[in-house]
């Protein structure tokens, strides 16, 4: 299989998941700073404590944008989808540790995947 078909997924294998973490803020720097930031926007422009229903495509990993986005807004619901397993186990991991699994749907997979009502 050449690189135009493989799925893109599959270079986040278990070893790349474990590391994303500390490699992406190390990549960019303000890394929490710009999840904090979207956050911060999205806040504003829906209205500051109303309850909301947030998709985030590409969830796997540290799961900061959730994160981010539960700790200024806790009346928000989050349908979390990525596509890697690896990495959707690492993001779990961390909602997990940050008691969010409660309000987070977490799917493998991708968009096209999602149940109608998601």
């Not at 992406?24 to 904090?36: F, K, M, P, T, V």
């Not at 422009?45 to 900061?64: I, Y």
């Not at 994160?67 to 993001?91: C, G, H, Q």
């Amino acid at each position: 299989m050449n690189s135009s078909t493989a799925n893109p997924a599959d270079k986040f294998d278990t070893s790349r998941a474990s590391e994303y973490a500390r490699q992406s803020r190390i990549a960019l720097a303000g890394y929490d700073a710009c999840h904090d930031l979207a956050a911060c926007m999205l806040a504003a422009s829906l209205g500051h404590s109303r309850s909301a229903k947030v998709l985030v495509v590409g969830a796997g990993g540290t799961a900061q944008e959730i994160i981010a986005m539960a700790t200024l807004e806790p009346n928000w619901r989050f349908t979390a989808v990525d596509p890697s397993e690896p990495m959707l186990d690492a993001a779990t991991q961390h909602l997990q540790a940050n008691n969010l699994l409660h309000t987070t749907k977490v799917h493998l997979g991708h968009v096209d995947d999602l149940p109608a009502d998601e």
